[in-house]
């Protein structure tokens, strides 16, 4: 999954620069959108414009984006009003749809809201796309954590996600059924993008990142993801309410509403990981209360110290390649606890098909297939 890297590969001889648009869509992100849209901005690339989406914001994050677009001739502002939402679609998709018709160029670049890139990530990203003639590249940027429970549990809900759905299979072209694509920074061929319908495709999903991915992959496009976590970083939530009602969105949407991946993933936790604790109780009881001649009550002792340390080894390298300190992944016994908590609350979407994210609430149920959405 490492696909991009300093320096930018060298472009194919002949071959010009290809026109990008980032697109940045935004709905009441005041605090990080300044920092986000002028990342985009300081691209060192040749050749892209930005636009970025106000959509229906209630703060000053519209204020911000026409404030920098009258010093900045390379962003452009689309404002969506409140009240315009279309019916069984979600705002980003909307947001998008929009902002994708004032789009120019061969490529587009969707980057969220709470992204900051560095100078060189489109130049990486072209340079990557063009010489391997691929579809579509999705980068799994740094989590910024700036609390305690976002160090805490942030990276762990992201792996869960890159568990569930085996995410790095991605890159396997024959796998024809497992895709993902992270749309906190989505790199897509415009050509491949209007074939698909755009956003139109996907209007109904809470992860359309994915589904756009899962639509391009069986039909032959080269979709890729990447480990991007020295060209981007994201902090995604910034509270415990607000890491549980985003992650649990998440894992909802990651499974078209339907409850048994997230069955999975509870149970995985419960009876993969939780044993580890369940086994070294009992290797203590065994060794205090021996019932045999024979050294075998040793035997549970060591297979709960062998589990706990690979175990806690794993976590240690999935904290460290999130950018969090190791450490954290002594506290699993509180994170796990809490991921299942996290879970729960995607349960209990799936059972009312409930979702409510950047204030609107939605009540529309996923359809099954997107091949069968009408763009």
Avoid at 144 to 157: D, K, R
Avoid at 235 to 245: D, E, Q, V, W
Avoid at 342 to 359: A, N
Wanted: include cysteine; glycine fraction near 8%; charged fraction near 20%.
């Amino acid at each position: 999954m490492r696909l991009v890297q300093r320096p930018p590969l060298a472009m194919p001889a002949g071959q010009p620069m290809p026109r990008v648009t980032i697109l940045i869509p935004a709905k009441d992100e005041g605090e990080r959108i300044r920092d986000c849209i002028q990342s985009a901005l300081d691209q060192d690339y040749p050749n892209f414009k930005v636009i970025a989406v106000n959509d229906r914001s209630t703060d000053n994050t519209g204020q911000i984006m026409d404030e920098m677009a009258r010093s900045q001739p390379n962003l452009t502002v689309v404002h969506i009003q409140e009240g315009t939402l279309p019916e069984g679609w979600t705002g980003k998709c909307n947001a998008l749809q929009n902002a994708v018709k004032q789009a120019e160029g061969e490529y587009f670049l969707f980057i969220d809201s709470d992204v900051v890139v560095t100078k060189d990530a489109l130049m990486v990203t072209v340079s990557r796309v063009v010489r391997n003639t691929y579809d579509l590249l999705s980068f799994l940027p740094r989590i910024e954590a700036h609390g305690f429970w976002e160090e805490l549990l942030i990276p762990l809900a992201g792996a869960g996600v890159s568990t569930m759905y085996v995410v790095a299979m991605t890159n396997k072209d024959y796998l024809k059924g497992t895709a993902f694509a992270n749309g906190q920074y989505l790199f897509i061929k415009r050509s491949v993008y209007e074939a698909m319908g755009g956003h139109a495709r996907v209007r109904d999903r809470f992860c359309e990142d994915v589904e756009i991915a899962r639509y391009l992959k069986p039909l032959g496009y080269k979709v890729r993801i990447t480990w991007g976590a020295e060209f981007a970083s994201v902090r995604m939530y910034s509270s415990l309410p607000s890491i549980f009602k985003g992650w649990g969105r998440n894992f909802y949407a990651g499974s078209l509403g339907k409850p048994w991946r997230i069955f999975g993933g509870i149970g995985f936790v419960l009876f993969s990981c939780y044993s580890v604790y369940a086994a070294l109780l009992w290797a203590i009881y065994r060794v205090s209360h021996p019932a045999m001649s024979y050294d075998g009550q040793y035997a549970w002792l060591v297979a709960a110290v062998s589990h706990f340390v690979i175990m806690t080894s794993l976590l240690m390298v999935m904290y460290a390649w999130s950018g969090n300190r190791k450490r954290m992944a002594l506290l699993f016994p509180l994170s796990g606890a809490m991921l299942i908590g996290i879970f729960c609350r995607s349960l209990k979407m799936c059972f009312t098909g409930k979702v409510e994210w950047r204030g609107t609430s939605y009540t529309h149920r996923m359809s099954g297939n997107v091949a069968d959405i009408k763009p």
